[in-house]
């Protein structure tokens, strides 16, 4: 009720920014998939030197989700997540007319999984975009879809985040401090166009500082011939053209996993989303006591409730499920976005925001009435 009363002027203000004819953009149907298979942090003590203790404490997770090794893939999770939004949406998939897919982890290094999933999920000859984003790849690949939506050129775009981290990981304690904190899983949306002024995305915002692409990064395979670092990030092992991309030397140097700054990643995410927050609420004149359920990327426990404290949110405006499925990246919000909805936590009407820090780096924010 609070949310409503707080909204009606903003709409009727936004409504003289934008065109009467342009529509605004809603979730029509969520979905997610998370794999069976459960692992939790004492399962984790077979592979490496760590405790539950250090990731209940250091970032909140219990356990993650592992997808099966050979029968799932980022792309079958993401279509088992896309069915369920799609049928919620009450449409079939040839009805869908554009794909935008979120990863890091894609089935294969080209062509993208969005090409899969059209395959997948026998939809028409369609646009297929992946977005390479990461952790707040799927606010983007939101943002988008919500211009496609607004200016008329689509009706029903399939928005997916979906991650399997655990193909891809160094499970030796030389990576603990990476390993721990993924799961795999994956989230959908169907975007389409509303005349309804009290629901829709309100607006997006993206930002990016390439200046730290090296703090979080996973820099093999790739064409950067030790370019961009002072140090080699890839031992060529002496290699000739054509066999650079992945060397005996690499892989037994253990380059091809991520790395991570961890403790620079956590500086900046407590700086940057707030920041991002308040900039998605200040352009639609709204503050932090307006939101109904926030909803920030799950990378770690300690950051949203920095954030939480930060911005002077209840307990019950915020939705984390990390101690349940880790940090799933491009997947991490729409599967949180979808629980928190499946569980009565969003309804109708509510200002939802959304958003996200992560590699790159990258942030975002979206805010939606839902
Ligand atoms: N188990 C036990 N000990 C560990 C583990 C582990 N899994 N990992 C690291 N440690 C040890 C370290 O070796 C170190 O030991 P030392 O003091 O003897 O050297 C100690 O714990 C502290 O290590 P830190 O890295 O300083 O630990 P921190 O408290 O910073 O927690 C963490 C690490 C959880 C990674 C934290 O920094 C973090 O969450 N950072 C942000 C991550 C993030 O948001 N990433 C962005 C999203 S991911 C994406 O975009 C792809």
Redesign the pocket.
Known sequence: MQTKQVHFPYISYLSLLIPIDMPRTKIAGIGMYVPPNVVTNHDLLKY????DE??QE??GIKERRFADRTKETTTTMAVEASKIAIERAGIAPQDIDFIIFAT?SPDYYFPGCGVLVQRAMQMKEIGALDVRN??SGFVYALSVGDQFIKTGMYKNILVIGSEKHSFGLDFSTRG???????GDGAGALVLQPTENPNQGILSTHLHSDGGNAEI?AMFNPGTHANHWTPESVADFDHAEIGEMFMSHAMIDKAQNF?N?D??T??KK?VVKFPEVIMESLTANGLQPSDIGVLIP?Q??L??AQFVQQKLKLRDDQVYNNIDKYG?T?AASIPIALCEAWQMGKIKEGDLVCLAA????FTWASALLMW
């Open positions: 490496m030197d760590t405790s250090w990731i250091r970032t890091l990461q952790c603990r401090n990476i390993s721990v904190i993924f979080l991520p991570m961890g403790p990643v956590f995410a990327h990378a770690n300690r950051i940090n990246t820090f992560g590699s790159g």
